[in-house]
């Protein structure tokens, strides 16, 4: 998401870089063209001349007229203004005696019941034992969905006979919870237009017999300027108490995560990153701003690796590394470590001077490149991932047929593989200057 936002914002900041001295002509200029990239981006007409206003004032003062760097000082300042545009953060409200009920509404589509389980997963790596509440009684087969889900999670669902009303299996959902001994209440109710008048009445009765502490509207990032419209009839008819943005790491414009925050007053809590259950992420205003900006977010890769990675795997992975003794073997379990913080192309984007390089890779290239390599190792005998030198031609052609590749991929993994091996090699006797390349990954 922002790809093409951050590509136009990137192009006027080099613009301003050039210019050493800025004028207030300067400023204008770099400032109309921010207007377009933002309006392209489908962020609303509103919400982008407030945020240009707020800019131009201190852009055109003595912070960015007297800097000795004034582009890096305008920088600067859109971030900040970002910043202030997406709001403060904000937690779920988990406070007083459980159970804790959350009330997930929205469109038809988009993506209530994956975001249901989702949230049950993040609340349990916090100590919250939560019961899942299939209260979609419209959509075909929204049940079997959301019952797969927690079985697949190991996390309790509550469903009964789709024939009662929504509002009465709520309220039985909270009282079973509360009898046995569950924390968080999360109620998954089915997708309904703002403008259904009696669909949203059932809302307010489901609201009124739960009383939930948690209001939250799942958005779809992808639907742009709709999602503020969406989000401003919900919040007046049942009122919210915040937000979640799915689909973030789909190709859409960005404009619903801009707007709806300004417009309705009411704060994003999460972003879904992806389909994995556990991709989704509390939303922090400035890590989002600093991946808008191209600038990388290395916290939330932080954390990612913290929450997925096995730390004493990598220590051992590292030593071998420095010891020279880092087989195929190794290289696989590293290749399974990686998959785990997301793919590669959004690894890339959140570190800092590798956007654009991420831009230049295909997503798709990387992900098949993994696959490639992975069915290749998986081909060999554990004696083979051992040690590679005992790989002959007829060894290789085996490979090459088990892993429906070709006895051309496979040297060329074994080729850089060796390279590999030379490098640590090398960084053991101390020649080394700095951590070898993964072999099959792009040279940067």
Request: hydrophobic letters at 40%; glycine letters at 8%; proline letters at 4%.
């Amino acid at each position: 998401m922002f790809e093409s936002l951050s590509d136009k914002l990137e192009g006027v900041f080099k613009r301003l870089s050039g210019k050493g001295k800025l004028t207030e002509a300067d400023v204008d200029t770099a400032l109309r063209e921010v207007r377009m990239a933002l309006l392209e981006a489908d962020v609303n007409l509103k919400v982008v001349r407030q945020f240009l206003e707020r800019v131009r004032v201190r852009a055109v003062g003595a912070e960015v007229m007297e800097s000795l760097t004034p582009a890096q000082a305008v920088v600067k300042i859109v971030n900040e203004e970002l910043i202030a545009t997406l709001g403060e953060p904000a937690k779920l409200d988990l406070s007083g005696a459980a159970p804790h009920t959350i009330m997930l509404i929205g469109l038809q589509g988009s993506g209530k019941t994956t975001t249901a389980a989702k949230l049950a997963l993040h609340l349990r790596k916090q100590g919250q034992r939560s019961l899942l509440v299939a209260a979609d009684t419209r959509r075909p087969a929204a049940i079997q969905q959301l019952q797969t889900l927690g079985k697949q999670l190991d996390i309790n669902v509550y469903a009964v006979d789709p024939k009662i009303a929504p509002p009465q299996i709520c309220a039985d959902a909270v009282k079973h919870a509360a009898a046995s001994a569950y924390s968080v209440v999360i109620l998954d109710t089915a997708g309904r237009l703002h403008i259904d008048d009696d669909l949203m009445k059932e809302l307010e009765q489901v609201k009124s017999r739960t009383n939930p502490q948690e209001t939250i509207l799942i958005v779809d990032s992808m639907t742009g300027q709709e999602a503020v419209r969406v989000a401003d009839e919900f919040n007046r008819r049942v009122g919210l108490t915040g937000l979640i943005l799915t689909k973030v790491d789909g190709d859409a414009r960005g404009g619903a995560a801009l707007s709806v925050r300004s417009v309705t007053g009411v704060p994003i809590k999460f972003l879904g990153v992806g389909e994995k259950p556990d991709a989704l992420e509390p939303f922090y205003p400035d890590r989002l701003a600093s991946r808008i900006l191209g600038m990388g977010d290395v916290l939330t890769l932080i954390e990612r690796a913290q929450q997925n990675l096995d730390q004493e795997q990598a220590r051992q992975a590292a030593e071998k590394m420095l010891k020279a003794q880092f087989t195929l073997e190794d290289f696989l379990q590293q290749l399974q470590q990686i998959k785990k913080l997301g793919s590669l192309t959004q690894i890339m984007n959140m570190i800092p001077g590798f956007s654009q390089m991420a831009k230049e890779i295909p997503e798709e290239a990387t992900e098949s490149q993994m696959k490639r390599i992975e069915a290749i190792i998986r081909s060999m005998t554990p004696q083979e991932r051992r040690n590679p030198d005992v790989l002959n031609a007829r060894r290789r052609q085996r490979i090459a047929h088990g892993s429906g590749t070709t006895v051309q991929d496979v040297n060329e993994l074994m080729r850089e593989f060796k390279q590999m091996q030379k490098l640590m090699q090398q960084m053991k006797g101390g020649k080394g200057r700095g951590l070898p390349r993964l072999p099959g990954f792009p040279k940067f």
